[in-house]
């Protein structure tokens, strides 16, 4: 069936390093990709998003990498900092409809 | 702009209680709602999808009986958890989506314990 994973449930980074979550994707026929941060306690929060016809988007120190050849995701964090630290979900749709399916997760911890 | 709440944001209730859980879109039109439910270190799971005016369409595993959701308004959304077990404990999150499509904006999440 369709999934979203990710390969690393756990990451640990220095304060100021760059941070890189991975994530596999199923379903070829995905075509709109998400990334969500969500602290303890919260709502997931929109990061950055990128549709199929892209391979790389940029916000403010965050980068989106898509390859479809391989169905990956990956967001890359610049200059990591505290306020970084929590759980990042990759979640998929395909089609326009709107129904989203989310990656498994990884706990970012940002040591000083 | 695009802003959800949820209400409550935590709610403790008895075994064999019902429980109703909230979804506004406070500053759009929401032509679809989701729920999630999300239990500790785990991801987010969609329990069911409502678009304004008709039924619910339920994820595979998920009671409609048990989890009613009502979507009567454009900006709100209800979920009913019925006869609740302390297996129904977890953290709902509900989403919206506008006119526009594709992207979903999150709630805060209710805290829900069955006791």
């Known amino acids: 069936g369709e999934s979203v994973g990710l390969h690393l449930p756990t990451l640990s980074v220095q304060e100021g390093d760059n941070s890189i979550i991975n994530c596999a994707y199923s379903?070829?026929?995905?075509?709109?990709f998400i990334w969500y941060k969500q602290e303890s306690g919260k709502g997931p929060q929109f990061i950055i998003d990128?549709?199929?016809?892209?391979d790389k988007r940029q916000g403010q120190r965050v980068t989106v990498l898509l390859n479809k050849t391989v169905k990956h995701l990956s967001l890359q964090i610049a200059a990591t900092q505290p306020g970084d630290s929590a759980v990042y979900f990759c979640?998929?749709?395909?089609?326009?409809?709107?129904?989203?399916?989310f990656g498994a997760g990884t706990r970012l911890a940002v040591h000083p | 702009g695009a802003v959800v709440s949820q209400h409550p944001s935590r709610v403790i209730c008895k075994s064999g209680t019902s429980v109703k859980i909230e979804c506004r879109s406070l500053?759009?039109?929401?032509?679809?709602m989701f729920w999630y439910r999300q239990f500790p270190k785990q991801s987010l799971m969609l329990m069911a999808t409502?678009?304004?005016?008709?039924?619910?369409?339920?994820e595979q595993g998920v009671e409609k009986d048990k989890f009613l959701i009502n979507h009567a308004s454009l900006t709100l959304s209800t979920l009913t958890v019925t006869s609740a077990h302390p297996e129904d404990s977890s953290f709902y999150i509900c989403?919206?989506?506008?006119?526009?499509?594709?992207?979903?904006?999150f709630g805060p999440g209710t805290r829900l314990t069955v006791t």
């Open positions: 989403s919206a989506s506008g006119r526009a499509g594709y992207e979903q904006y």
């Open positions: 379903n070829s026929a995905s075509d709109y």
């Open positions: 990128i549709r199929s016809n892209m």
């Open positions: 979640a998929e749709q395909s089609g326009g409809y709107n129904k989203l399916i």
């Open positions: 500053d759009f039109q929401a032509t679809t």
């Open positions: 409502s678009n304004e005016g008709s039924k619910a369409t339920y």
